[in-house]
């Protein structure tokens, strides 16, 4: 699992951004991967896996 920072979530249309703890590039976070209810600014823990997009946070929790 990867570590990071909650940068921004919009629970209304359900999604987000990541900010990876090793300095990588933001990545979407969508509301089924998530395993906690988050915020901005929560620090947390998450898989990550290839979207049609780009990198999807999966697995998401608090830490």
Known sequence: MQQ???K???E???F???VPANGDAEIFVHSSGL???IREND???YDVEQG??????INV???
């Open 35 to 37: 395993m906690d209810n």
């Open 43 to 45: 620090s947390v823990s």
């Open 52 to 57: 049609k997009k780009g990198l999807n946070a």
């Open 61 to 63: 929790k608090i830490s």
């Open 12 to 14: 209304t249309k359900g």
């Open 4 to 6: 990071g920072t909650v």
């Open 8 to 10: 921004f979530f919009n």
């Open 16 to 18: 987000g951004f990541i």
